[in-house]
């Protein structure tokens, strides 16, 4: 185990390094372009590579994706108009196993977005040790602006579109952002029609439990999360039990993790949203909170129950906790937020929701940043437990689920903590090794064909 000495030491590390400093933006003719995701995300795995001194071939590789997959198709709308929708499906790398990873609907979904979630999807995966590449799709629309019937075939067209290039045994998609276990059921009845193989169905993950679905699945990236605060809280002299924590976003991975948090004794003082933010320094009811955004889409409006005060974006990053989860979109920290945030650890919850700038001024103001690749892994963790009960037609039960899950996470964290003491980098950097060694050992093994 690490003192916090060393873990403060190794934060101070990070601000120093070199931003875009790889020879390979030069090879691939990549532009330097500070605040495009795609290239925030590349320089950062890129410098890991070079801390581990991977061989420059197989950075080459991990810096674009394999494939980048775009489809347009038309869908009868509820008006009796056609419309046209765009989507993807990025396949950014399969040496370690089918590419997996999940399908967005949002309309800001973009090509470069969903590059850098792909490559996120490969770190994650090899950092948890599962047997899975990366890849990540999306559509570009408004969900909730689409009637349940739309979404529907929606979903279908697109489905059928991506159908010759994904597959239980090559690339197995997933629920996030925009998308549910509903929305996997259509997903994965429209692929049976289409294909009618051999347990087809597990052609995509996170399905509801009544369709081949894992128990657990619906709450492991909250979980995941927990799991990770617990085991690596105490070297920054926290528990659970007794702190604090603020959470932006209560979608699916904020509501969870705040449920968790607060069965686990810690309190959750502050949430926002997309519709508004709610404050209670003895802790938010987090039950209640979750019932009220099933019921609004939204925490706006809890304060009207009576057992929270409405806050503004501004008050809600200047609440003083121990701990801050983001668990909304990306690239929502930068230099404004980070100023404002009153934290001492930040638990990546989101994929990829600090901005470089953002996180320089963090890790200068002594805040431990705990990275996505490790916070979020627990969805795709049993995503995978799904896929191999889906595989051998077993069911596992819960306790089963939860212990593995947690297995997983542990080691993970452990793994990153060992690679930050190793190479004394920040824990982003950390994390990037821990997952690199791998990719790099397995092409070392399988070399470059033919
Ligand atoms: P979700 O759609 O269920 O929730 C998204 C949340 O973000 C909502 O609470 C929404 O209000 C909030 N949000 C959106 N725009 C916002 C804004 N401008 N300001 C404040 N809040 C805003 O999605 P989710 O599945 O909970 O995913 C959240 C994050 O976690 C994403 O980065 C996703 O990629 C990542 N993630 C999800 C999973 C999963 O299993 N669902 C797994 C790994 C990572």
Redesign the pocket.
Known sequence: MMSTTTMAKASILAPSRQHFGSRVFDELGMERDPDNLYLQTIDAVLHAAEVLELPHHVQLILAQPKNEIMVHFPVLMDDGEYRLFKGYRVQHNNALGPYKG?L?YHPHVSLDDVKS?ACLMTMKCSLVRIPYGGGKGGIKCDPRSLSTDELRRVTRRFVSAIAPQIGPDYDIP?????T?AQVMAWFADTYMNITGGRDAHAVVT?KPVDFGGSLGREK??GQGVIDVLAELLPEVGLTIKGASASI????????WAGKLWAERGGKVTAV????GGVYNAQGLDTLALDEH?KKHG??GGFEKEGRAQAIS?DEFYRVKVDVFIP????Q?INTERANQLDCKVVAE?????TTPAGERILLERGVEILP?ILC?????TV?YFEWVQNKTHVTWDIERVDEELNRHMVLAARRTQLARHRFGVDMRTAAYIAALEQIGKVYALRGIFP
């Not at 932006?248 to 509501?255: D, K, Q, R, T």
């Open positions: 999940g967005r979630l997933a629920p996030d952002v925009g549910n996170g492991a990236t932006l976003g209560y979608g699916n991975v904020g509501s926002y949203d997309h519709t955004v939204g925490v974006a668990a909304a979109l990306e929502m919850a989101a994929n990829a929701p996505a979020s892994a627990g969805g795709v995503s």
